[in-house]
Nanobody, 124 residues
Framework: QVHLVESGGGLVQVGGSLRLSCVAS????????MGWFRQAPGKEREFVAA????????YYADSVKGRFTISRDNAKNTVYLQMNSLKHEDTAVYYC?????????????????WGQGTQVTVSS
């Protein structure tokens, strides 16, 4: 059974940084796409970033390009989201997700498994 466990969220000031982690277990993820999505109160879930586990190709939403970096550690079965220059509008619950069949990295409905989410709050 696949489990995704996020951590690293918290309260940070505008301009600050956080690093989210997602530990994946229960499957061999070498053929998977791992993604980060977020959902702010009253808004739809939106794509943030994704990475193809095997070759490391990355994808980003325009709103986070140049500020966020997704990466993975094969030995630890962990995906990271380094978030720099955080803005108020980055405040949301961030979810890690796994698409075991490597479909469209930006399309949330293609993902098979989701973590429980971690809250990120950016304040001034």
């Amino acid at each position: 059974q696949v489990h995704l466990v996020e951590s690293g969220g918290g309260l940070v000031q505008v301009g600050g940084s956080l690093r989210l982690s997602c530990v994946a277990s229960g499957h061999t993820f070498s053929r998977s796409v791992m993604g980060w999505f977020r959902q702010a109160p009253g808004k739809e879930r939106e794509f943030v970033a994704a990475i193809r586990w095997s070759i490391g190709t990355t994808y980003y939403a325009d709103s986070v390009k140049g500020r966020f970096t997704i990466s993975r550690d094969n030995a630890k079965n962990t995906v990271y989201l380094q978030m720099n220059s955080l803005k108020h509008e980055d405040t949301a619950v961030y979810y890690c997700a796994a698409d075991l069949n490597s479909r469209n990295p930006t399309w949330g409905y293609d993902y098979d498994y989701w973590g429980q989410g971690t809250q990120v709050t950016v304040s001034s």
